[in-house]
């Protein structure tokens, strides 16, 4: 169902990051351990649920951060934090996504932080995923743009070949070392690499591809999130959509 937004005229894409990320932080009660997403969207819904505790509106938060630069905002806002060591069934985590299938499968990843969104967001019972509705495809890789693998630095180029070789057959894809600011290749937080892979036609079954890209050695996580969201929210210009796994 969709819940109209306002009767102003057009939205940027931030407002509607912003109204996705604050209708998610509604699924947020006091005393939950929580997943704290990364990137733009997932900015809004950390900011809240500061704000939210600031106000005594929610007691008892514990955040586990999904990247260092989270982790630095959740510190900024006075957010307790902890990890998985300590916490490893979480209650809800909310974080935005790069492409939503219309079976709610995710790529994730283009901010780079996919291997820690991964273990943190397949650790909770709840996986509330706040978009746009740009984000919307109906195929993974169908968008034209890249879907992220994180794989060691050691002989990285050797490794972007492999992923490529992969999809020779079907799709084709061009694997495409992601380059920082500086020039330099882009360093996740764990000191690896990514590749981006672009894909030429559909990727063809999910789960078999994602098999297939781990079983090569060098690759340490890719961006596909294959039936993990239980929820997610589409803020678009004409309203909310839910979608319930
Ligand atoms: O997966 C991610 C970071 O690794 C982000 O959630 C994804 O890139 C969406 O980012 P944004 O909300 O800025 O569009």
Aim: glycine share 10%.
């Amino acid at each position: 169902m969709v819940s109209p937004i306002s009767s102003s005229p057009v939205l940027t894409q931030d407002e509607l990051k912003k109204i996705a990320a604050y209708k998610a932080v509604d699924y947020v009660e006091s005393g939950m351990v929580l997943g704290l997403g990364t990137g733009s969207t997932a900015y809004y819904a950390v900011n809240r649920i500061g704000e939210l505790l600031k106000q005594g509106k929610l007691t008892n938060i514990i955040g586990i951060p999904t990247s260092k630069k989270t982790e630095e905002q959740a510190i900024s806002l006075g957010i307790p934090l902890s990890d998985l060591d300590t916490h490893p069934v979480l209650d809800l985590a909310i974080d935005g996504a790069d492409e939503v299938d219309t079976y709610l499968n995710l790529v994730k990843g283009r901010g780079g932080s996919l291997l820690r969104e991964k273990m943190v967001e397949g650790a909770c019972k709840k996986f509330v995923v706040i978009v746009d509705e740009s984000k919307m495809v109906k195929t993974l890789g169908g968008s034209g743009l890249a879907m992220p693998v994180e794989i060691v630095p050691f002989c990285w180029n050797f490794t972007a070949k492999r992923l490529e070789r992969l999809f020779s057959d079907a799709a084709g894809c061009v694997a495409k070392l992601r380059v920082g600011d500086t020039g330099k290749p882009f360093m996740t937080d764990n000191m690896n690499y990514i590749v981006d892979l672009y894909f030429k036609g559909e990727m063809g079954d999910l789960k078999v591809v994602s098999d297939e890209i781990l079983r090569l050695a060098g690759v340490v996580e890719h961006g596909m999130f294959i039936d993990m969201a239980t929820t997610v929210i589409v803020a678009g210009e004409c309203g909310i959509t839910v979608k319930n796994k």
